[in-house]
């Protein structure tokens, strides 16, 4: 079972907003520890897209950006492009018996 | 610029152990904290420990705990982990990767471990 889970897949044209959902607990995103995000293209390493619940990296594009409520946090792409089609995923601290640092289930964005 | 090299793909026979290393540059090695994580084929990424790598304190997932020891070699800036009594089921990417904070800024290669009779 995931400790976050977000939905397996969502999809937009070129140039549409979707948004990727990312639910919790009491345990981890409800005890108010910060959520982070990744972007990992197919076959390459996961790298950071969002950290901190909303932060962005050098040279991560605006069009990314996060947010959070009570249990859940949410990552948005405006202006989708055909490079941001990867499987995307949260990651947060736990403090239940799953491990400290837990990973959702990740979503697959497709740009149709 | 921060490097994590990781060794290369290893195939392990059911029960037996490996060891994957992880050769950090570009920081001061001591300074952070080095996590193990695996991904399944088609899983999601899923934490297994962490090492300080200045005073060697570690932490393991529940999950993992009987079977795996994470190490570092301060002289060779490079941390280990091994892997006992593996299973088919352990077959996985593995990934090292640098922590600031609870997020994972950084992260090594990957090496594919395969558990196959």
């Known amino acids: 079972q995931s400790v976050l889970t977000q939905p397996p897949s969502v999809s937009g044209a070129p140039g549409q907003r979707v948004t990727i959902s990312c639910t919790g607990s009491?345990?981890?995103?409800?005890?108010?520890?910060?959520v982070h995000w990744y972007q990992q293209l197919p076959g390459t390493v996961p790298k950071l897209l969002i950290y901190?619940?909303?932060k962005r990296p050098s040279g991560v594009p605006d069009r990314f950006s996060a947010s959070r409520s009570d249990t859940s946090a949410f990552l948005a792409i405006t202006g989708l492009q055909t490079e941001d089609e990867a499987d995307y995923y949260c990651?947060?601290?736990?403090?239940?018996?799953?491990?400290?640092?837990?990973f959702g289930s990740g979503t697959k964005v497709t740009v149709l | 610029q921060v490097q994590l090299v990781q060794s290369g793909t290893e195939v392990k026979k059911p029960g037996a152990s490996v060891r994957i290393s992880c050769k950090a540059s570009g920081y001061t090695f001591t300074t952070y904290t080095i996590h193990w994580l695996r991904q399944a084929p088609g899983q999601r990424v899923e934490w297994m420990g962490w090492?300080?790598?200045?005073?060697?304190?570690?932490k393991y997932s529940q999950k993992y705990q009987d079977r795996i020891i994470i190490t570092r070699d301060t002289s060779a800036r490079t941390v280990y982990v091994d892997l006992n009594l593996l299973r088919s089921e352990d077959t996985a990417i593995y990934y090292c990767?640098?922590?600031?904070?609870?997020?994972?800024?950084?992260w090594g290669q990957g090496t594919l471990v395969t558990v196959s009779s």
């Open positions: 990651q947060s601290y736990d403090t239940s018996l799953s491990g400290f640092y837990v």
């Open positions: 901190g619940d909303t």
């Open positions: 009491s345990s981890n995103i409800g005890a108010g520890y910060s």
């Open positions: 090492i300080h790598s200045g005073n060697g304190e570690t």
């Open positions: 990767a640098r922590s600031i904070s609870s997020y994972f800024e950084y």
